[in-house]
């Protein structure tokens, strides 16, 4: 079983004796950051509760096992086994409070799912055009260019071959008509 004593200013101190091992974290929380530490020691199994104690110089914990009295100083984010029992006399005794898990709500079950709609038949796609170049999905045809083959331009003078976009026969200098 875990327990916290909370300390104010945002740092709590959480204690767990799990099997011979007992662990301490200390958290410390602010708006926007978060720290933590923690420690294990082996003081055996808890025969009673844990104490915490605030002093000049931190806060002690007493755990108490078969194996006899342990002493922890939480300072900050330091954990400190002390080999001497420290004194408690000007001590204040905190609280501590079961760190358990509060039980689940069961959960509502789940609306079944409606049946899905019968889908509708597509329509036909249009042809894709995009310049010269055209497209279609119903007989998965794509043509580019032209689909007519070029015509060939001569000179009506000499009958030289020109070009789409001459003006004038390169051959003869004869004015094309446009």
């Excluded at 909370?6 to 958290?27: F, K, P, R």
Aim: hydrophobic share 35%; glycine share 8%; proline share 10%.
């Amino acid at each position: 079983m875990a327990y916290i004593c909370d300390l104010g200013a945002g740092v709590q101190v959480y204690v767990e004796n799990s099997g011979m091992q007992t662990t301490i974290t200390s958290a410390s929380s602010s708006p926007g950051q978060q720290q933590q530490a923690s420690s294990s020691f082996t003081t055996g199994k808890w025969l009673q509760l844990p104490t915490a104690f605030r002093t000049a110089s931190g806060v002690i914990l007493r755990f108490e096992s078969a194996q006899g009295q342990y002493f922890v100083q939480v300072q900050g984010n330091s954990t400190i086994a002390l080999n001497s029992p420290p004194s408690l006399a000007n001590a204040e005794e905190l609280p501590l409070t079961e760190a358990g898990v509060p039980p689940m709500q069961p959960m509502q079950p789940m609306a079944p799912m409606k049946p899905m709609e019968p889908m509708k038949p597509m329509e036909p796609m249009k042809p894709m055009t995009m310049n010269n170049m055209e497209m279609r999905m119903g007989n998965m045809s794509m043509q580019m260019g032209n689909s007519a083959p070029a015509a060939k331009h001569f000179c009506p003078q000499c009958g030289a071959k020109t070009g789409e976009s001459d003006r004038f026969c390169t051959s003869c200098g004869h004015r094309l008509q446009a």
